[in-house]
């Protein structure tokens, strides 16, 4: 990324964000309730390559799909440490835990980008959650923001590098 006068036009995270405000709903999974089935819809439904798993106030990211034995559609996921109760012949959970993104980076919607840019690059992230409040409001990928710098510099996206 190049250096900050390129968000001279002092972008916001709100203004870089997605969904945008004719947008679907942000994608997100909830981390009790949900089976095998209903994420495997979630996730083929769209082409996202992040979830972010809605735990009360607290949100991780999910990165990609596990196969574990025994598990099928009404499987329940779990992304706690210890698995719930379930009835004696439910079957196998999948257990997801180990494969999120524990304490992802989050920026409320009035951080100005050039923060955002900055952190980006110093912690090297590839996304970033968006609150408001302290309620999820949606995400940042590193694609957004080359895909919004090049727009306010009328540059193609890819010409402009990270680090
Ligand atoms: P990339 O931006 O690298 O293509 P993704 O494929 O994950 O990464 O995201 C594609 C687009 O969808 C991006 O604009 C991103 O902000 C948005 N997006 C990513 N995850 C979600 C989600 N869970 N819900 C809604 N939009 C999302």
Known sequence: LEPKEEFEHSSLAVDVMRPRRSDPALAVLTQEGMTVG?????????????????????????????????????????????????????????RLRGIMDLSPFTVT?????????????????RQCL????GRLLGIITKKDILKHMAQITNRDPDSILFN
């Open 38 to 94: 209903e994420v495997e819809a979630l996730v083929e439904s769209t082409h996202y390559s992040g979830f972010p798993v809605v735990v009360g106030t607290f949100v991780f990211i999910y990165n990609g799909r596990k196969r574990q034995e025994g598990v099928v559609s009404s499987s329940q996921v779990v992304f706690t440490e210890h698995t719930p109760s379930q009835a004696p012949d439910a079957p196998p959970p999948l």
């Open 130 to 133: 968006v609150t408001h409040n």
């Open 109 to 125: 919607d009035h951080t100005p980008m050039d923060i955002t840019v900055d952190i980006f690059r110093k912690l090297g992230l």
